[in-house]
């Protein structure tokens, strides 16, 4: 299995920036994908961003290209996504999803509320 904890998020004004951790354990080794996605109130979980974890590939939703960077530190098992210029609709709870050969994998989450 692998255990997924994210941190990072946290309340910032409108054009601010925020950084969020994504840190793996356990069977780390199987995983071929970490991507992150959000939920908003009343609104379904969305895809943000994604990264191979050789780091090869990367892809992003539209509504976060050119603010958005993912990234990862392979030696530190950690996935990043940096947030810049900050709107009210990023507001929502950020997740980190690990895809392996056999399952996949959730975090618990972190709130990201931008205000404007």
């Known amino acids: 299995q692998v255990q997924l904890v994210e941190s990072g998020g946290g309340l910032v004004q409108a054009g601010g920036s925020l950084r969020l951790s994504c840190a793996a354990s356990?069977?780390?080794?199987?995983?071929?994908?970490m991507r992150w996605y959000r939920q908003a109130p009343g609104k379904e979980r969305e895809f943000v961003a994604g990264?191979?974890?050789?780091?090869?590939?990367?892809s992003q939703a539209d509504s976060v290209k050119g603010r958005f960077t993912i990234s990862r530190d392979a030696a530190k098992n950690t996935v990043y996504l940096q947030m810049n210029s900050l709107k009210p609709e990023d507001t929502a709870i950020y997740y980190c999803r690990a895809t392996t050969p056999a399952s996949d994998y959730w975090g618990q989450g972190t709130q990201v509320t931008v205000s404007s």
């Open positions: 990264i191979r974890w050789n780091g090869n590939s990367r």
């Open positions: 356990g069977r780390t080794f199987s995983t071929d994908y």
